[in-house]
């Protein structure tokens, strides 16, 4: 395949996908690593992608958000394994709070039975999991909720988690990076995010490799907020060392 005809594939995925992996469309194209970040570069100089951590986004698309469903559905297994290693974090009793992250729902999910727990969230994916359960106590944050993350957000919500103190908090991000921080294209949601950042002792960030370096609009959290971050093995040495350099404790699933 000649690189035109293989920039041009690449445009029509990106196009489709959103998205470009370096890795896995190297190995689906049977070329090196450095060919597809070479094509990757002539299609930022013709202004169809930004490349971050990973691969590519396409440029259109820098600040859609997709929806629950679809986000759920990219890097699944990642995901689950991902929430797998952040149960070891979850305390046997005390105050925990999720976020509307599609990977704090997964462990929301595997809480086992048996833990003395007071839950604090805005997601109703998580509320509607854990609410029929009587091992723990669910508190609901109000707010306007929003369709594409089934999040409450607004003055209700940043009203109630001003005069909370909450032992643990895990969090989902749409990127997250050394430089910017955790960031996410919704301001609203973002300011929700900031003040249960806030009202956390410890927090907790999940988050698949393919999002470290792909800065959104809004910065709920610095990195020098943020304890741990859980991610899967897929994150390079080089961002385990950037992250280490912060202060932040990683786990690889």
């Not at 925990?96 to 990977?103: E, K």
Request: charged letters at 25%.
């Amino acid at each position: 395949m000649y690189g035109a005809e293989r920039q041009q594939l690449l445009a029509q995925q990106v196009r489709t996908d959103g998205r470009i992996d370096v890795t896995a469309t190297s190995e689906q194209l049977g070329v090196a690593p450095e060919t597809i970040r070479r094509d990757l570069a002539a299609l930022e100089r013709q202004g169809l992608v930004r490349r971050v951590y990973g691969g590519a986004i396409l440029l259109e698309r820098l600040d859609f958000e997709p929806a629950v469903n679809e986000r759920d559905r990219t890097r699944s297994a990642e995901k689950d394994r991902i929430a797998r290693a952040a149960l070891d974090l979850v305390p046997q009793r005390g105050t925990v709070l999720f976020d509307a992250g599609t990977t704090s729902s997964r462990l929301a999910a595997l809480l086992p039975q048996g833990r003395d727990l007071t839950i604090v969230t805005n997601s109703l994916p998580v509320a509607s999991q854990l609410a029929t359960r009587t091992d723990v106590t669910v508190h609901m944050l109000g707010g306007r909720i929003r369709p594409a993350t089934l999040a409450t957000v607004e003055s209700w919500a940043l009203h109630v988690l001003a005069g909370l103190t909450v032992d643990i908090g895990f969090f989902g991000t749409n990127g997250f990076s050394a430089a910017r921080g955790c960031t996410t294209p919704d301001t609203a949601e973002s300011a929700v995010k900031a003040a249960m950042v806030g009202a956390c002792r410890r927090r907790v960030l999940l988050s698949d490799h393919s999002k470290y370096g792909d800065d959104q609009f809004a910065r709920f959290a610095t990195l020098g907020e943020i304890d741990v971050v859980v991610t899967d093995s897929g994150l390079d040495e080089q961002a385990v060392a950037e992250l280490n350099e912060a202060a932040i404790e990683v786990v690889l699933a």
